[in-house]
């Protein structure tokens, strides 16, 4: 596939077909309900449904079929009480980029897939799940780097859904608490699929 320039931005391209477009966008003001220690992280991966069912088994991010040094390999199951969805991570070295830190095309990947099964957690409440959904819009903040090598927390949560339009967060976060990097996306659910509302 092609990368583009195109206005203000990029484009992914496929031939003549459009897959992915990117710009410059204000920086979101999303934050998770709350903390999770990574003991209670690790505890919550019990839950990981993709160990159950997955649409897409061999996802880089939260695939099970990935092997370990092939994908990240971060499953994240529900907290109790939490309404939201925990995974431990310890960036291995080879996640590194020039600066030493988890190169930023990884920090956008890991705020991906947890989003959408955080909107699962956060929507059980109300007897609904997203089912199948692709990834439609994502913006993200990276308060500081992701170091290599440590103990972090990856989060998700549900916001809010309307029909095929589900919106969710996700959040990096430091074994002390701090936020690291936070995204806010919008799932679609693919047709013939129960339509989801939220509470």
């Not at 370990?68 to 199951?77: E, K, M, T």
């Not at 992701?146 to 029909?163: C, F, I, K, R």
């Not at 589900?166 to 047709?191: E, N, V």
Request: proline letters at 11%; aromatic letters at 8%.
């Amino acid at each position: 596939m092609a990368v583009v320039e195109s206005g203000e931005g990029l484009e992914v391209r496929d031939g003549e077909t459009l897959v992915a477009r990117a710009w410059p966008a204000p920086q979101p003001t999303v934050a998770p309900p709350g903390t999770v220690p990574p003991a209670s992280a690790a505890q919550a991966v019990e839950g990981y449904q993709g160990f159950i069912e997955h649409p897409f088994p061999t996802c880089f991010v939260c695939g099970p079929q990935r092997p370990a040094g092939d994908g990240l390999r971060i499953f994240p199951g529900p907290v109790d009480g939490a309404g939201m969805v925990a995974a431990p991570w310890r960036p291995a070295p080879w996640l590194a980029g020039d600066d030493g830190a988890v190169a930023p095309a990884i920090v956008w990947s890991v705020l991906d897939c947890p989003a959408l099964f955080g909107f699962n957690a956060w929507a059980l409440r109300t007897g609904r799940s997203a089912g199948v959904a692709v990834l439609a819009r994502m913006r993200i903040r990276q308060d500081a780097p992701v170091p290599v090598g440590e103990e972090l927390v990856v989060l998700g949560w549900g916001v809010d859904a309307d029909g095929r339009k589900l919106q969710a967060g996700s959040a990096i976060q430091a074994a002390d608490g701090a936020i690291l990097a936070a995204a806010d996306t919008l799932w679609i659910r693919l047709k013939d699929q129960p339509q989801a509302r939220a509470r």
